[in-house]
């Protein structure tokens, strides 16, 4: 990665005169201890403003058993949104008790994601969907069968009347993957405790959770896990270092990864390095399941990413970080509990303060050179936020990938948003839009409907 950055560094000046007159505002507002600016992992956007009626529409779609050919198996299934986004076993179980052959990863900022799926088959949410519904071990449908079921229903004809009225034909395969993709787009989980600590709150994270942070940075972990979803911006081989799949054995077509898509030798068992953002809420780990706790995972990254040994204290303070990546998704605060242990420490740190500071006051001062959707245009673009300071990079980690990464053009879904200047908009997607998610409330049609 770093490589890269220093063969494109001249024509990258402008731009890195710009991030460090961010960094200047920021530092001399005061308000920012290390400045979210000057850290390779950015915080996720308070809100992202969705077409509400589509992503309601969306949210029931995604609820509902009847896109799986026998109306057994919805979206739901595998990916539950009442506990971490996914199905906590180690490969889901789909149509007919058919096992599939990877992990389940969890849906929660898929939107943040440069592509979707391990291998990153799909580029957009909106690709995504072709994926499960046709799978013979999934849901097993045709879309002529999922439509025509559809239209039998009391509400969707109206309700897709009302988010498509010029389609040709009201229900159908494009639009019910649009409305889906559109609720996808919803599901983002701001305000974590770390959010709130690079946004400035330095109460936010204990002692314990720094040192977490400084090793995560100081070990290496960050040159593949970053940006605002702590991951999901390139690809990389899993076992660098050390052969995973040598000492794993039993080699199957799901671990070659995205050599499956790319039919490139260098990238056999190459993975889109996961998000660790709900990784609190997502046990078992890894593409295969193998490792059943955070701490399992971890472990096999210092020993396959990075080949060295760590002391117990550090890989416990590294888990203790992770776990203070989880934010709120309406009903749902994942990080409740531990905003809740910071709390009593404190006893100054009311559980919803970091949201009325980064919805009020903090927002104005921010919004110059942190705006909303700046992790999605990092991401997207390629600037990989490890681009505007130095990040530590663990031996090992591929060009090739991170390469690939900053060249990809953003998922056509989000690219939309990145207007001809490269300034981020909002996530607009119609004319009637309103806050996906304000305070963490649940306040409306996006319940879960758990
Ligand atoms: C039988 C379980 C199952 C069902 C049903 C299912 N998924 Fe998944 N989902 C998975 C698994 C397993 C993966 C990972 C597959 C892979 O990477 O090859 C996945 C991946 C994804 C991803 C990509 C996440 C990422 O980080 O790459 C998204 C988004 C997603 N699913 C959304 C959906 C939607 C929308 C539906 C309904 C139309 C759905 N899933 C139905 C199991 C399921
Ligand atoms: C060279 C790139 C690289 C480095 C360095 C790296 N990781 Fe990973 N990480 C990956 C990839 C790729 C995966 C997915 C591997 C798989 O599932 O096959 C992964 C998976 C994980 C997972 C499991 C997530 C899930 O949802 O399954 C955790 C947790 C994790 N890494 C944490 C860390 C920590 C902590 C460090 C530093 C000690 C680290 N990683 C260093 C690339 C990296």
């Not at 953002?277 to 020993?303: C, I, K, N, Q, W």
Request: charged content about 25%.
């Amino acid at each position: 990665m770093n490589t890269k950055q220093k063969t494109r560094k001249p024509d990258r000046l402008p731009h890195r005169l710009l991030r460090v007159c961010g960094l200047g505002l920021a530092l001399s507002l005061g308000s920012v201890e290390y400045g979210a600016a000057a850290e390779p992992i950015k915080p996720i956007p308070i809100t992202i403003e969705v077409n509400e009626a589509k992503a309601e529409l969306g949210r029931r779609l995604f609820h509902d058993p009847r896109l799986s050919k026998n109306d057994t198996i919805s979206c739901a299934t595998c990916h539950d949104l009442s506990a971490g986004g996914d199905d906590g076993q180690v490969v889901s179980t789909g149509i007919e008790g058919r096992t599939g052959f990877v992990n389940s990863p969890t849906v929660f900022n898929s939107a943040f994601n440069f592509k979707q799926f391990w291998d990153g088959r799909a580029h957009t949410l909106k690709d995504q969907v072709d994926g499960p519904l046709q799978s013979r071990i999934e849901m097993e449908s045709i879309w002529p069968d999922v439509v025509t079921k559809l239209f039998q229903d009391e509400d969707y004809p109206r309700m897709f009347e009302e988010s498509y009225p010029n389609a040709a034909q009201t229900i159908s395969r494009e639009n019910i993957k649009d409305a889906i993709a559109e609720f996808m787009r919803s599901l983002i989980t701001p305000n974590s405790r770390f959010d709130q600590w690079l946004r400035g709150n330095t109460e936010a994270l204990s002692e314990h959770e720094k040192e977490g942070y400084a090793l995560f940075k100081r070990y290496g972990c960050v040159s593949c896990h970053q940006g605002a979803n702590v991951g999901g911006n390139m690809f990389q081989v899993f076992g660098v270092i050390n052969d995973y799949f040598r000492k794993r054995g039993n080699i199957t077509d799901a671990d070659l990864g995205r050599f499956n898509v790319t039919g490139n030798e260098v990238d056999k068992h190459a993975f889109k390095v996961p998000s660790l953002r709900m990784a609190a809420h997502t046990a078992p780990y890894l593409h295969d399941g193998s490792a059943e706790t955070l701490r399992d995972a971890v472990d096999a990254m210092f020993e396959f990413q990075l080949g060295r040994e760590a002391p117990d204290e550090d890989k416990e303070a590294i888990v203790a970080f992770i776990k203070t990546l989880s934010g709120e998704y309406q009903n749902y605060n994942y990080g409740s509990d531990l905003v809740q242990e910071v709390a009593d420490e404190s006893q100054e740190i009311p559980v919803a303060s970091g949201i009325q500071e980064i919805s009020t006051g903090e927002a104005a001062g921010e919004s110059q050179e942190v705006p909303v959707a700046s992790g999605v245009q990092e991401i997207s673009t390629g600037e990989a936020a490890g681009e505007s300071q130095e990040v530590p990079v663990a031996s090992g980690v591929r060009e090739i990938s991170t390469g690939e990464a900053a060249r990809e053009s953003p998922p056509a879904d989000i690219a939309e948003t990145i207007s001809k200047n490269g300034k981020a908009r909002p996530l607009r997607t119609g004319r009637t839009t309103r806050k996906a998610s304000k305070s963490g409330k649940a306040d409306g049609p996006l319940r879960t409907g758990r």
